[in-house]
């Protein structure tokens, strides 16, 4: 764990907490599936996850009860969930991002070691089209 | 109202946050009156930025947090 203090920001390095990594997920399965939710449900969600409007508020703007609006939220949630449950999208994703991320490390370490410039000029094109990728 | 909130910034598979000041009715255009601070996730560990005098200055001045704001600035003050 780090912390550093500036002169007024406070920059805290923490592991992320039940609540919020719950938030962090439907919001990308959200930018994700999207698509697949109906207007009302990919609205209300986007509003709570992405915008971080109360229930109550969103209810107000959209003139229904507190209890609709999170009613359609829950119901847009588990069919998100249920959505990764068979696709496993995200999970794959991430999955590659990671592996992306590691090939890349590898070949620029190559890339500091190779003494041959036409081996180092492939490589240096190759990494600039994986980056591209991540 | 004036809330303090967190707004999505960020690619698809990326989600990073802002910390703003924003009044309540304005939230969906994405009108902000200041920006305080912000939440990065995808950091190992996660990354959270908040100027905290500007945030008791707003919440002072009778800005309200939102509960993920609040449980930011609590895990900002415990430490």
């Known amino acids: 764990m780090l912390i550093f203090f500036c002169a007024k920001y406070y920059l805290l390095k923490i592991g992320s907490d039940e609540k919020l990594e719950k938030n962090i997920q439907v919001s990308m399965l959200c930018q994700i599936y999207g698509k697949m939710l109906t207007k009302k449900q990919y609205e209300f969600i986007n509003d709570y996850y992405n915008n971080d409007l109360s229930l109550s508020e969103i ?6 009860t507190r209890q609709a609006v999170r009613d359609i939220i829950k119901k847009g949630e588990s ?26 490390q590898e070949l620029s370490k190559i890339e500091d070691t190779s003494s041959d410039k036409k081996i180092a000029k492939i490589l240096e094109h190759v990494c600039q089209e994986l980056s591209c990728l991540a | 109202m004036v809330k303090i909130r967190l707004q999505r910034q960020g690619a698809k598979k990326a989600p990073f946050y802002h910390i703003v000041v924003a009044d309540s009715r304005r939230a969906r255009d994405g009108k902000i009156i200041e920006k305080i601070g912000s939440y990065d996730p995808m950091t190992e560990p996660s990354t959270i930025v ?11 001045n009778g800005a309200k947090p939102t509960d993920s704001v609040k449980s930011l600035v609590e895990r900002v003050n415990k430490k």
């Open chain 1, 79 to 104: 069919k998100l969930f249920e959505l990764e449950e068979k696709l496993a999208f995200m999970e794959r994703t991430l999955k590659q991002d990671k592996q992306l991320q590691e090939i890349l």
């Open chain 1, 59 to 64: 209810a107000e703007n959209n003139n229904i």
């Open chain 2, 50 to 60: 908040i100027d905290n005098e500007k945030f008791a200055a707003w919440v002072k």
